[in-house]
């Protein structure tokens, strides 16, 4: 191409431009470098399975930005594969997303951020037969991802008028045989060789319809169980094709061209309290961190093909069963303590998304024992969803508050029930009233935490909280609680 001449006024002009981008670029910088240091904590709730208005509602209420539900694909699809249709297309009348259309459309409309996990398989589209939809029998790849298709083009934001969904989930608890098979062939694993696939493929169908859509894996669940169960973290090493316990490495080979996903969840249901460790292969609360050491090996190794140079680390399912209503659940009063402890410690890992299962306490079957029912919902269930009446436990997932006597005084750490900055006063209990103990401010995305100095609680008793805007948090007391062995569902 034959070079133009420019006029030196112009060149001039074109050179004061690029200054003026240059001054531009850098004020974006620090200004990312200033947003970067900030770490958010963002709630949620999992497994919100009504789509009543009044549903959303109860979750705004729970403080929490994002709700997540599964979308069935077995009730979603027909019964058999019908002789002409075309299963990537949204509009196929063999498709019933009416449910799902309602749900996605009224979580927008509450302003919450909606989250879909494809979950289940048609018996049709399974390679061997379970006789189940909820706990597939590898499940067929193509099938999955032509469903996937046509999801993610539903929920795109140009389509009927239903707004757009940009997080995905690939499945649900791939190491369970409760919700995936097969787990093994003899005593070899071989789910994480087919979930690998599948996340593959679902991950390519849910970029071909919008490369800014993210993907997120896994979802595992946290305990091993022979010959059920492959505990967590050997599956995720299978999965992603590392070796190596405290200093996990790459094995050889290309690991099928890395494994694609953006965020990996875990759901690391908890047999005792907050920092509970399980197994060398299980990853309860106490054992968050090992599974962040081996995801930050697998992206130096170019294991994990996603759109994060760290992959971000998700909880979107934890929960303890509370008494009341279950009898072998909870105290309210531990189960609050906890649930400050677990979102506190998560936030300290880096953990930045923390999702409570789930939004209301299970319809009662008087047949089945509690341990078989989930009564670890915010809400007591009420005979409608507008009904439901919201435990302690709300309040401390809401406006999570934490304060532990040191040497040098009372330490504290919390997040404003709105996520956002302010002015926070810090209360200590003394003979029977509310005293101030100190005053901070919780940055742009509600973090507050610093250290006072009394030496109050050293004795174990009082108690301290916050307060933000007239509210305040649940009462945190000074009296530790130690771990304990408590199954979760009661």
């Known amino acids: 191409m034959r070079a133009l001449s420019v006029p030196s006024r112009t060149r001039a002009n074109l050179a004061t431009l690029a200054l003026l981008l240059a001054l531009l670029a ?21 497994y919100v ?69 494809i979950r289940g398989t048609p018996l049709w589209a399974q390679r061997c037969h379970s006789g189940e939809t909820d706990a597939p029998c590898n499940p067929d790849p193509g099938a999955l991802a032509a469903f996937t298709t046509a999801a993610a083009r539903r929920y795109k934001g140009d389509f009927g008028g239903l707004p757009r969904v940009r997080y995905w989930q690939g499945l649900n608890e791939p190491n369970l045989s409760l919700f995936f098979n097969p787990q093994f062939d003899g005593n070899r694993p071989v789910s994480p060789d087919l979930y690998r696939v599948l996340i593959n493929r679902f991950y390519a169908a849910v ?65 005792g309290g907050p920092s509970h460790e399980g197994g060398v292969n299980d990853v309860e609360l106490g054992d968050l961190a090992k599974l962040k050491t081996l995801l930050a090996a697998a992206d130096r190794a170019g294991r994990i093909k996603g759109a994060f140079k760290h992959t971000p680390l998700w909880i979107m399912e934890l929960s303890w069963d509370t ?22 410690n998560s936030w300290k890992l880096g953990i930045g998304y923390f999702f409570w299962y789930s939004l209301r306490d299970s319809e009662p079957e008087p047949q089945l024992p509690f341990s078989q029912t989930d009564q670890s919902g915010l809400y007591f269930r009420g005979a409608t969803v ?36 302010g002015r926070v006063l810090i209360q200590i209990r003394k003979r029977g009233h509310w005293r101030k103990a100190g005053v901070v401010r919780a940055d742009a995305v509600g973090i507050f935490r610093g250290l006072t100095k009394h030496r109050y609680g050293r004795n174990k008793k009082g108690a301290a909280r ?8 649940v009462p945190f007391s ?3 609680v130690p771990d304990f062995a408590h199954p979760p569902f009661g």
Request: with cysteine; net charge neutral; glycine share 8%.
């Open 466 to 473: 916050a307060v933000y805007m007239g509210e305040g948090s």
């Open 49 to 117: 399975y009504d789509n009543d208005p009044a549903a959303f509602e109860n979750a705004k209420r729970a403080g929490v930005q994002l709700v997540q539900t599964p979308v069935r694909w077995a009730s979603v699809a027909p019964k058999q594969p019908p002789a002409s249709w075309n299963p990537e297309d949204p509009a196929d009348p063999n498709y019933d997303w009416e449910f799902i259309d309602l749900w996605v459309a009224r979580a927008a409309a509450a302003g919450l951020e909606p989250i879909l996990q």
């Open 26 to 46: 850098t004020l974006a910088c620090g200004a990312a470098r200033a947003d970067a240091s900030l770490r958010p904590l963002h709630t949620g709730v999992s």
């Open 386 to 421: 507008a009904q439901d009446v919201p435990k302690q436990i709300l309040f401390a997932y809401r406006f999570p508050f934490v304060a532990y006597p040191h040497k040098k005084g009372l330490s504290f750490w919390g997040r404003t029930p709105t996520s956002s900055g």
């Open 323 to 344: 008494n009341p209503p279950d009898p072998g659940g909870l105290p309210m009063k531990i189960e609050s303590r906890w649930i400050a402890e677990s979102l506190f």
């Open 478 to 480: 000074m009296r530790p």
């Open 207 to 271: 970029k071909a319809v919008d490369p800014a859509n993210l993907v997120i894996a896994g979802g595992l669940g946290p305990i091993a169980v022979p010959k059920y169960t492959i505990g967590p973290m050997r599956f995720a090493r299978l999965l992603l094709c590392m070796k190596g316990h405290k200093h996990p490495r790459p094995t050889g080979g290309d690991c099928e061209g890395g494994v694609h996903f953006d965020i990996f969840d875990m759901h690391p249901y908890t047999t």
